[in-house]
């Protein structure tokens, strides 16, 4: 299902750069912005690049299963192994 939806002008102009960037249309560029800002407001404590490798990982279903209920962060396992964390630029945000 698709809806109209009015944006800035400022916030089209950057969408069609970046979709040109990233080989995506405009409404898929928007469309991104929408899935990693809500991933993002549900697991604050998950860096933006760790959730960029969930999606193309197709792992996203796993955390949407624990999405609807509280926040269980140990109800879902997750490798980190190959990141490296750094506690001062989580905590700067």
């Given at each position: 299902?698709?809806?109209?939806?009015?944006?800035?002008?400022?916030?089209?102009?950057?969408?069609?750069?970046?979709a040109q960037i990233f080989n995506r249309t405009i409404g898929g560029q928007v469309?991104?912005?929408?899935?990693?800002?809500?991933?993002?407001?549900?697991?604050?404590?998950?860096?933006?690049?760790?959730?960029?490798?969930?999606?193309?990982?197709n792992k996203l279903n796993e955390l949407d299963l624990v999405a609807g209920e509280?926040?269980?962060?140990?109800?879902?396992?997750?490798?980190?192994?190959?990141?490296?964390?750094?506690?001062?630029?989580?905590?700067?945000?």
């Amino acid at each position: 299902m698709s809806i109209n939806v009015k944006l800035s002008e400022k916030t089209v102009e950057i969408a069609k750069k970046q979709a040109q960037i990233f080989n995506r249309t405009i409404g898929g560029q928007v469309d991104f912005w929408a899935k990693i800002g809500r991933l993002g407001e549900l697991y604050p404590d998950l860096s933006f690049h760790y959730l960029i490798d969930l999606m193309h990982k197709n792992k996203l279903n796993e955390l949407d299963l624990v999405a609807g209920e509280e926040k269980k962060f140990n109800a879902v396992s997750l490798d980190t192994s190959q990141y490296k964390f750094d506690r001062d630029e989580v905590n700067a945000r």
